[in-house]
Every structure is written in C-alpha cells, then in structure tokens.
C-alpha cells in the first residue's frame, strides 16, 4: 500500500518497480530473497532506492521461515548486491538507500514515551527481522556501501482497502468501516494508546527521507519517526467530531483476548526528538488522521455510502 | 581463550568442543558457518551449549566477508540446527544456550553509565554482528527453539599470552608486559575510561548464565555484565599499588590517534543492574584484576621474571 502510494508520487521517468507479485506498474516482479535477484535490480545504478518488501508481521509470526527469508535474507541481499556492484568494475556506486522500518522493534515494558536511544527489544519475529535490517543499515552506511536511512514508521492508520486479519487491524477498522457505513468490531478496552501516522504522513516521511543530508544523522542511521499517540477512545471521540454520533455507534464492542495481549506489547507514545530536528513531521491530531482518510480515499464524503454487499 | 578457560571449568564428561582450529582438548574441529556442520554438533542433543565462536574485532572490520560469515551466518546456522533437531522425528529438544555478545554492541555517543535500557547502536562490524545475534537469540528463545541467554562481556583484561593487534591490546598490554619485565606501550592519554572485568570473572558469568533460571529474563535475553570502570589512569595506579613503581616505569607513552579514535567510541561505564540482580559479580577493583592475573597465570609473583628474548 505504501509502496504504491509512493511510486504515485514518484517521477515516473526512470522508475523500477520491483515486487514479487504482479501489480499496477511493477516493471520487475522478481523474489528479491532469491539467488541473484538483487543483483539484476541493481545493475542500473539507481541512485536512490527505497526497500519496502516485507513479509508483514502476522505472516512473519506465522511462517518462521518465510519471515526470516523475505525480510531478512532479502534484505540482506539487496545490501550485498549495492556492496558488490560499487566495488565492481564499473567503479564506485552509492546511493541513497531508504528503509522502511517499524515501531515493531520496540517491545514492552516501555517508559511513557520512547525516547530515541530507548532499546530495541522486539516481542514478534516481524519486529526482529526489522530491528537487524536497521543493524545491517547502519553498518553498511558506516563502511560507504550506500547512504542508508532507517525511517520507523508509526502503524498506518487510515489504512485502506479491506480488513485483514493484522492484529492491528482494528485501529483502522474502527474508523475506515464506519466511515463507509459498516459496522466494525472493537477488540480491546478504549484505554489502549497507540502510536499513529496517516498514509499521507507516512509518504511524506519517506520522500523527506530520500533528501535529506544524512551527515546529520551520524552513526545511527534509522529514525523514530513522529506520530500522534491516541488511545482507542480517542480515536472514537475524533471520529465523533467529524463524521457524527450514528457513524460512531457502529463500533460494536467485542473483547479479545489474544488480541489485547499482543497489543499490549505494543509501543504507546514516543518522543521523536531527532526526526522532528531533522524536518519530518507527524499529522497534528487524530482527527487530522481522519480527514485525510475522507480526503484521499473517499472523496471528501464523511457521509457514509451505502454498505457493500 | 575465554573458550579454553571455560571448558577447564567444565565437568568433562560428555563435553564436545568445537573449534575452527585444532587446539588442545577440541573433539570436533570444523567451520559452524559451513553448511551441515552446526546439525553435527546438535545431533547428540546436548542440555547446555556455551557458543563463543567469534570472529574477532579487528578482523571482522579487516574482512567484512568472513565476520559476516561466521559471526552471522555460523550463529544462525548454529540456531537454525537447534532449533531442526527440535521440530524432527526425535521428538522436543530445548537446550540453555549461552552466547557471548560484548559491549561492542553499543556505540558513542553514551550517556555517563549505560543502562540496561540503552540502543544497541554499535560502531563497527563485530558490534554489529554480536547484536544481530543477539536479536535472534531473543526471538529463537520466545518461540520456545531453545533457551537462550546472552552475555554482554566488558572487556577482558588481563588477557593473558602475548599481545595482540586488537586495537583494545594495551589495557592488558599495560598490565601484562610490565608484570613480566617488559615494555608496554600506551597509545592513550590515561583519562580514557572502559569497562573490565577479569577472565575469573567472565567464566563465573558464563557459569552462573548456564545455570540461571531463565523465566526471571522475561523476554530481554540479553544482559550487560556488570565490571569494573577504570581510566587508563586508574589502571597504571593500581599496578602501582600491586607491583610497585619499578614495574608502573615499564610504561611508554606513545600516542597514536588511530587507536584513540576507535577507543573514543566505545562504552566508559554501565549501569549492569538487571545482571546484578540476577547474581552475577564484577570483580571489586582494578587492583583485584591485577591479583588475578598475577594468581592465576604468574603462578602468585608480582616480582618480574627475566625478560622475554
């Protein structure tokens, strides 16, 4: 989702889009985690590539080695592949590497807000294969195999498209089904706080990520990025305010146990101090998170279409 | 050398040692980073595996391959074994597995102690690979492979035998070479502060680590050992103090800012609080670090021997 609302925003002209399936403009459709893969994709040279290929956390927690392949080995390839390519024949190459990381590689017990030299101690395999990405970054940038950014991203929120079955996926759910006039199912108390930014943030942060002078960054190569930290209820009061009480009540309450326990290990506020110097910026508020949801994918209509069969 | 104390420790009954080279007492001699060679090893399922092979510090930044391939890949391959040996036809297999990690998994800039919550942000390769181990540690011992404990060693000094180029040489140089009659060389100002801790005392951690009830960890698997912080100043003083001044005199100070450079960035002191709690001891000074080394490898003299030819 990401990736593609970014190629969007992208100048199209010498673009590659790699996935490993088949989507709307992918000029490459390759396993990037397979023997030789890598090393095609970057042939070319491109000076700036963003590595967003990840089996995602539900997957990864399911499939030990499917998660360990993909998001490690893949990404570890495509960093061998950079390393190689700039000590070949051609001469040096080194560009500008942006990686999108998570908040998955924090894990409880947390302070109120995570600072930025707060420890990485992921709770899921997603969260480790994403933490050892970051290690790798930031080995490779230090020895000028490329010029790595590590951008954390808060979880997305609206996300769109249909429900999956994220343990996450309510915290989009409760706001993108009412919205459409359907009702959601709510797994936890209101009191869990989470950390949030909107797909248009998440773009943003990325695109900012590709110029900034990573001389500013030092050593440590990957970002905390902002976000708006908001518990459930909170969520629910900005969905109130902006799209009215009859589209709140269609948040049907329905504990979860097992739910609750995995987002319980879940970070709930940072303080993104070094992105905020460095110029990234969070939405101002949920309700902001919100309206961009409306704006961006529903047309500017708060008003609930009629339920999808 | 840590491995060679260790196993003297070490009930010999049914002890496999594996090493990459032949030494006094290795039963196996093979690379764990070749592929079927850690399955070997775990075949005869043993309860407790001590796994301290490593790639050291200069040579995983002299030769980015080979640190990455044994220090990453003989890691993984060791717990990818375990965890095969434990999802085949014999039926469950657990085994306590205790992995040396080091403080070269964090990197300046630190705050006054390090505490136990602090980034693994580490400055080369070595750190680098020692945290990523780590990662997989944490991640193998909550999916249940195996039950998994990491220890982060201060550095250790007096390392015994002749010195080495591991840019960390003189702070046992400084102490070894006088006590035996000879030169030192100093490439530091004496206000450089690190952290120590005796080979005594890092074969107590590993023994106390094997031993540990591991439930008490939760899920941070990984402990920053408690030492002993001392400035190089600190250092000369107590060997003083122990030996005299005739021995303190053995010291040349040469600076070498290469040298300084790579030992600016590593860590001075620590809170090792969460090690404490759990039983494990430093030493009590720099000067017992001294006793021990004179104990445990001059055979109890202080008095230097004739010099070396």
Request: a positive charge.
């Given at each position: 989702m990401?990736?593609r ?7 199209t002209?010498e673009?590659?889009?790699?996935d490993?399936?088949p989507?709307?403009?992918?000029s490459?459709?390759?396993d990037?985690s397979a023997p030789g893969?890598a090393e095609?994709?970057v042939a070319?040279?491109p000076?700036l590539?963003?590595h967003?290929?990840a089996?995602?956390?539900g997957e990864?927690e399911?499939d030990?080695d499917?998660?360990?392949?993909v998001?490690?080995?893949g990404?570890r390839?495509?960093f061998?592949a ?5 000590g070949?024949a051609?001469?040096?190459?080194r560009?500008r590497l942006?990686?999108t990381?998570s908040i998955?590689v924090?894990g409880?017990p947390?302070p ?14 997603y969260?480790?294969?994403?933490a050892?990405?970051?290690?790798l ?6 020895r000028?195999?490329?010029?790595g950014?590590?951008?954390r991203?808060?979880t997305i ?5 249909k429900?999956n079955?994220a343990?996450?996926?309510?915290f989009s ?5 009412p ?7 709510l ?5 869990v706080?989470h950390?949030f ?6 773009i ?7 110029k900034?002078n990573?001389e500013r960054l030092?050593?440590?190569?990957n ?6 930290s908001?518990t459930?209820g ?11 009480e ?8 329905e ?6 326990r995995?987002v319980?290990g879940w970070?709930?506020s940072f303080d993104?101090?070094?992105a905020?110097?460095l110029?990234f910026?969070?939405d101002?508020?949920f309700?902001?998170?919100i ?6 994918e529903?047309?500017?209509s ?8």
């Open positions: 990401i990736g609302k970014l190629t969007a925003r992208l100048a002209e673009l590659i889009l790699q490993v399936v989507f709307d403009g992918a490459v459709v390759s990037l893969e095609k994709l070319s040279r000076e590539i963003f967003l290929a089996v995602v956390s990864a399911a030990f499917k998660g360990y392949r998001n490690l080995d990404t390839r495509l061998e950079i390393r190689k390519e700039g070949g051609a001469g040096p190459y560009p942006v990686f990381s998955a924090f409880a947390f109120e807000a995570i600072g930025d030299e707060f420890l990485s101690a992921p709770l899921t395999s969260g480790t294969q994403k050892i990405g970051e290690l970054l930031s080995d490779c940038s230090r000028g195999f490329f010029d950014i590590g951008i991203l808060p929120c609206v996300r769109p498209g429900p079955k343990a996450s996926g309510f759910g409760i706001i993108r089904e919205l459409a006039g359907e009702e959601a199912v797994p936890v108390p209101e009191s706080r950390w930014a909107s797909p248009r943030a998440a943003a942060f990325l695109l900012h990520a590709a900034i990573t030092g050593a440590r190569r970002l905390t990025m902002p976000g708006v908001a459930v909170e969520q629910i009061e900005a969905l109130r305010k902006v799209a009215g009859k589209v709140a009540r269609l948040i049907r309450r504990p979860d146990r097992a739910i609750l995995i319980e970070p709930p993104a101090r070094r905020l110097a110029g910026r969070a101002r508020s309700e902001e998170i309206r961009i949801h409306i704006e961006d529903l047309q500017g708060s008003v609930p279409r009629p339920a999808r069969a």
